[in-house]
């Protein structure tokens, strides 16, 4: 059974933070490179975060420093935690293996006041 849920997402303050979470199951997780990925409105979905079955990872520019993404292989869970979040990071957040493969879960909003 393909799965991906995503949790966490909020409400927050400019300057915040949040952890996001996502449940994935392990066709598709396990030994693949597994991504966070979001959309704004009006935008394109864009890959954000991105890390190997081995815990390395990279970012898009304009979350480096400020986003950590982390997974648990015997869980098949994927994190990002998100910090000095600002209102340009508000989308709608997926996660999803890179290259991402056609089923996508429902996401997780995540809305940043200013």
């Known amino acids: 059974q393909v799965q991906l849920v995503e949790s966490g997402g909020g409400l927050v303050e400019a300057g915040g933070s949040l952890t996001l979470s996502c449940a994935a199951s392990?066709?598709?997780?396990?030994?693949?490179?597994m991504g966070w990925y979001r959309q704004a409105p009006g935008k394109r979905r864009e890959l954000v975060a991105r890390?190997?079955?081995?815990?390395?990872?990279n970012y898009a520019d304009s979350v480096n420093g400020r986003f950590i993404i982390s997974r648990d292989n015997a869980k098949n869970m994927l994190f990002l935690q998100m910090s000095s979040l600002k209102p340009e990071d508000t989308a709608v957040y997926y996660c999803?293996?890179?290259?991402?493969?056609?089923?996508w879960g429902q996401g997780t909003q995540v809305t940043v006041s200013s």
């Open positions: 999803n293996q890179v290259p991402s493969i056609v089923y």
């Open positions: 392990g066709s598709i997780f396990s030994r693949n490179v």
């Open positions: 890390i190997t079955s081995g815990g390395n990872s």
